[in-house]
Each structure stands twice: as structure tokens, then as C-alpha cells.
């Protein structure tokens, strides 16, 4: 059985915050369905209405194209342990890259990575929550490093160059490139 809400409850905020891993689905008319799995430090619940995550450099760039194009974005989060449970935030998305005004408010919520490009803030409309009964009982070990690792040895001006090309999806959406290379801590 789902149960809905129109924002994040303290419960809820709760859950997500013991979660390793997380994902993220956007669309776009006339475009391929993505769906992307999220690891890192990356997510932030601003308030009961509003989340947003870091996003690092990666083989595309696809949400930034959907959400450009349509907005809509769903948000998924598995309680991998007790008791289970799977919560979905349905919202409205949008890019926030470095050079945006946005970007100094938004970037004090994070301890920022090797190629972070840009992050998307969303706009809460709904959350459910539904049983997870078959969702399997998983142990976190650990993060990758290589993504941060990759990131981290590019040379800037090089990431920068490349980045600065990625304008469009898979699918010929645009794209806005970030303006620089962000080392990270």
C-alpha cells in the first residue's frame, strides 16, 4: 500500500539520511527514459519542499537535458536494511551550475567533489512511500573512489575544454555547460 504526503515528514528526512545510494529518473518528450544510481555525500533536504544533489562530471548529461526540456524528476531512495521501505520524491527540477547566481547559497549545503558540474535543486509536489517488501537486505561496504579519483587527476583546463562541449543529450536536447573545473576537498 502507497501512502502519500505533500512534503518530506521528519521520518522521512530521517531515511534518507542513513541512505548510501539513491536515483534519479527524468523524461523528456520524443527523448529516452534516464535513470541514473547516485552515490556520494551528494543529497541535501533544504526544507519539506525542497531538495537538491551535487552532480559530478559522468558519461552524460541527460537529467540536465530533461529537466531543461520537461522539469519533472522522481527521486528514489531503498531502506537496503530495517524495516523496509522505498520513499519517492515526485518534483520539479532545475540545473544550478557555477556560474549561476544561485550557486553560493546553494553550494554552502555541500562539501563539494572532483567535478561537481552543477547541482539540481528540486521543488517537492509529492512523497511516497510504499512497502519495499522486495527489495533484498544489502550491506553498504564502502564508495567507489574512481569516479572522484578520475576527477580529481584531470588536468583543469582540459576537464574545463571537454565539459565545455558536452551541450546536448543523447538525444539532441540542450544542455547548459558549467564554466569551470571545481577541485573539490
Not at 520539479?92 to 572532483?114: I, K, N, Y
Request: net charge negative.
Amino acid at each position: 500500500m502507497a501512502d502519500f504526503f505533500d512534503a518530506l515528514e521528519d521520518k522521512h528526512v530521517e531515511m534518507i539520511s542513513k541512505q548510501p545510494v539513491f536515483f534519479v529518473a527524468t523524461a523528456a518528450e520524443g527523448a529516452r527514459i534516464n535513470l541514473s544510481p547516485k552515490g556520494y555525500d551528494a543529497f541535501r533536504v533544504l526544507s519539506a519542499t525542497q531538495v537538491a544533489y551535487l552532480d559530478l562530471g559522468g558519461s552524460g548529461n541527460e537529467t540536465h537535458a530533461h529537466l531543461a526540456a520537461d522539469g519533472r524528476i522522481t527521486i528514489m531512495f531503498c531502506n537496503f536494511q530495517q524495516p523496509a521501505l522505498i520513499l519517492r520524491i515526485y518534483g520539479r527540477g532545475r540545473a544550478v551550475l557555477p556560474q549561476d547566481s544561485e550557486w553560493d547559497d546553494l553550494v554552502s549545503h555541500f562539501t563539494l567533489l572532483p567535478g561537481t558540474r552543477q547541482i539540481f535543486v528540486i521543488d517537492v509536489e509529492n512523497v511516497q512511500t510504499s512497502c519495499g517488501w522486495g527489495v533484498p537486505f544489502m550491506e553498504y561496504q564502502e564508495e567507489r573512489q574512481t569516479l572522484k579519483k578520475a576527477h580529481a587527476q584531470s588536468n583543469p583546463d582540459e576537464w574545463a575544454a571537454k565539459h565545455a562541449l558536452r551541450i546536448s543529450s543523447i538525444d539532441g536536447l540542450p544542455t547548459r555547460a558549467t564554466d569551470r573545473y571545481i577541485a573539490g576537498e
